[in-house]
């Protein structure tokens, strides 16, 4: 039975599990497009607006309208309103869309310590100055209030890992002190919110980033679906602490409809694997077996020591061909 005949809802994960700098992954559109439960795309970037995010989506062959996007940066403005009232001035590091949604919310968007805002909202902002964050960290060490949108410290591309939220969040941090509070992933607000949308009584979470998509998901207390076309690979899984580990592990989003117990940590393509000291030792195989097969054999045992492992020893030649590219 496909794992999605027992799913209402995919809460997908934009970069590195759909996209990688808005050029889609192989197999991910063809995989959505043809599930037959509904999916919602939920991002900690908060560069673009939901409406511009869903656009984007169309143009790579997608389905998706504006309602169908939660991004970061609405989940740290829904955040600071707990603290915030009608008028309060708000200075925005972000985009001008970013910006926006904080004018649309009512409030009013400042660019100076000098206007006292009530609160400092982060998000990415390729075009970030010193100056810009000059004046953030002045106004913290004002009294504001301080929000991230998220705390990614990369962002995947079709070029590699950039420079994330979090890296850029750091340089306040050193700066005044002061710690933000974080709407993104891995915190669960966005994932029970974007359920709750959907009236989804039994969700998958969907994405390639262990601390945030995975954590998130697990914190919601959702499934959650693991996709190895991002950041987190298979030494980040085998190291993955428990409240990181996910429910499903696959190479990509091709295999939503495969069998859930295809996609569990376990014995599978003819592998075994058993501990030998500090080490695991991965035996057995077949020619036809797979990478990921391999992968989910030795992460049953891994996952039920005490720490991780120190080797992983392939005994055989299938086992070596396997975990070639793990590294």
Same mark, same amino acid.
């Given at each position: 039975?496909?794992?999605?005949?027992?799913?209402?809802?995919?809460? %997908? @994960?934009?970069?590195?599990?759909?996209?990688? /700098?808005?050029?889609?992954?192989? #197999?991910?559109?063809? &995989?959505?497009? !043809? +599930?037959?439960?509904?999916?919602?795309?939920?991002?900690?970037?908060?560069?673009?607006?939901?409406?511009?995010?869903?656009?984007?989506?169309?143009?790579?062959?997608?389905?998706?309208?504006?309602?169908?996007?939660?991004?970061?940066?609405?989940?740290?403005?829904?955040?600071?309103?707990?603290?915030?009232?009608?008028?309060?001035?708000?200075?925005?590091?972000?985009?001008?869309?970013?910006?926006?949604?904080?004018?649309?919310?009512?409030?009013?968007?400042?660019?100076?310590?000098?206007?006292?805002?009530?609160?400092?909202?982060?998000?990415?902002?390729?075009?970030?100055?010193?100056?810009?964050?000059?004046?953030?960290?002045?106004?913290?060490?004002?009294?504001?209030?301080?929000?991230?949108?998220? %705390? @990614?410290?990369?962002?995947?591309?079709?070029? /590699?890992?950039?420079?994330?939220? #979090?890296?850029?969040? &750091?340089?306040? !941090? +050193?700066?005044?002190?002061?710690?933000?509070?974080?709407?993104?992933?891995?915190?669960?607000?966005?994932?029970?919110?974007?359920?709750?949308?959907?009236?989804?009584?039994?969700?998958?979470?969907?994405?390639?980033?262990?601390?945030?998509?995975?954590?998130?998901?697990?914190?919601?207390?959702?499934?959650?679906?693991?996709?190895?076309?991002?950041?987190?690979?298979?030494?980040?899984?085998?190291?993955?602490?428990?409240?990181?580990?996910?429910?499903?592990?696959?190479?990509?989003?091709?295999?939503?409809?495969?069998?859930?117990?295809?996609?569990?940590?376990?014995?599978?393509?003819?592998?075994?694997?058993?501990?030998?000291?500090?080490?695991?030792?991965?035996?057995?195989?077949?020619?036809?077996?797979?990478?990921?097969?391999?992968?989910?054999?030795?992460?049953?045992?891994?996952?039920?020591?005490?720490?991780? &492992?120190?080797?992983?020893?392939?005994?055989?030649?299938?086992?070596?061909?396997?975990?070639?590219?793990?590294?």
């Amino acid at each position: 039975m496909s794992l999605l005949a027992t799913h209402d809802a995919l809460l %997908l @994960d934009l970069d590195g599990t759909v996209w990688e /700098g808005g050029r889609a992954i192989p #197999g991910a559109v063809e &995989a959505i497009n !043809v +599930s037959p439960v509904p999916g919602i795309y939920i991002t900690n970037n908060a560069m673009r607006s939901p409406a511009d995010v869903a656009e984007k989506l169309r143009a790579i062959g997608l389905q998706a309208a504006e309602q169908d996007v939660v991004t970061s940066a609405q989940a740290a403005i829904d955040l600071a309103a707990e603290h915030l009232s009608p008028g309060d001035a708000v200075f925005v590091i972000g985009t001008g869309s970013f910006r926006e949604l904080v004018g649309r919310a009512g409030y009013v968007v400042v660019d100076s310590a000098e206007d006292k805002p009530r609160a400092v909202l982060q998000g990415l902002d390729p075009e970030v100055t010193w100056a810009q964050l000059s004046e953030a960290a002045l106004a913290i060490r004002g009294g504001a209030l301080f929000f991230a949108s998220n %705390l @990614d410290t990369t962002l995947p591309t079709e070029r /590699g890992l950039m420079v994330g939220n #979090g890296s850029m969040v &750091a340089a306040l !941090v +050193s700066a005044t002190g002061v710690t933000p509070t974080s709407a993104g992933k891995p915190l669960p607000a966005m994932m029970l919110n974007a359920a709750r949308r959907m009236g989804a009584q039994n969700p998958l979470v969907v994405g390639d980033r262990l601390d945030t998509d995975i954590e998130g998901g697990n914190a919601a207390g959702m499934p959650t679906f693991q996709v190895l076309t991002g950041v987190s690979g298979h030494i980040a899984l085998l190291e993955a602490v428990k409240e990181q580990r996910p429910t499903y592990i696959a190479e990509s989003l091709s295999e939503l409809t495969s069998p859930a117990t295809d996609l569990c940590p376990g014995p599978q393509g003819g592998f075994t694997a058993r501990v030998d000291g500090n080490d695991i030792l991965l035996e057995r195989g077949t020619a036809d077996s797979t990478s990921i097969q391999a992968l989910r054999t030795v992460l049953q045992v891994a996952w039920a020591l005490p720490k991780p &492992a120190d080797l992983i020893r392939p005994m055989s030649d299938d086992a070596y061909r396997a975990v070639a590219d793990w590294w």
